[in-house]
């Protein structure tokens, strides 16, 4: 049985070739060279780096989330209270598949984005009769309501925004606040 292995020319191939010529030696029993040879073969399918230990391995940064900046700004501009929770609203917005400018914009247009809220309730939730034990239970529960809560699951942005606050231009003020984080 012969096999042959192309591998890209680099010094990982040529140590490959290097051994597998070295494997050819009389030395080397058949089931020994086939099993060797196999696993290359596997090993050249699975398309594995054949890069020397000592090789550095090189990760790649993730790059800054350009959201997190925009929502920094914003809540700057507003002169918000810190800690602003961009993540927390980021997560939220990610994991419920949210506008990520929804509950900031809601939050500067209910409480002044938490300068008159009370019980860790920026939004403006239920006034007085809902609160959350932390800014980020309360991003994560507005989130989950405005997402998969039967009064707003499968409305768009103006139809959950009028069932949260049933006046005329709510919608609008609050879809205009949303443009300001872009």
């Known amino acids: 049985m012969i096999f042959v292995i192309r591998l ?3 010094a990982a191939s040529r140590r490959a070739a290097a051994f597998l010529a070295a ?16 696993l290359l073969l596997c090993a050249g399918a699975a398309n594995v ?4 230990p000592q090789d550095p391995f090189i990760q790649a940064a993730n790059p800054p989330d350009p959201r997190a900046e925009r929502l920094r700004a914003f809540f700057r501009a507003y002169h918000c209270p810190e800690p602003h929770h961009v993540e927390a609203y980021l997560r939220a917005a990610d994991r419920y598949g949210l506008d990520y400018r929804l509950l900031p914009a809601i939050s500067v247009r209910e409480t002044t984005c938490g300068w008159n809220e009370k019980n860790n309730n920026f939004w403006g939730y239920h006034p007085g009769r809902q609160s959350f034990a932390s800014v980020e239970s309360g991003i994560e529960f ?8 039967p009064p707003y699951a499968g ?3 103006v139809e959950k ?3 949260y606050n049933p006046r005329r231009a709510y919608a609008d003020e ?8 872009e």
């Open 8 to 10: 890209p020319e680099s």
């Open 23 to 38: 494997m050819a030696r009389p030395r080397f029993g058949k089931a020994v060279r086939g099993a060797l040879a196999g």
């Open 49 to 52: 780096n054949l890069a020397r």
């Open 142 to 149: 507005l989130a989950r309501q405005l997402a998969i809560n």
């Open 155 to 157: 409305k768009d942005i």
């Open 161 to 163: 925004l009028f069932t």
């Open 174 to 181: 609050v879809r205009r606040i949303m443009r300001q984080i």
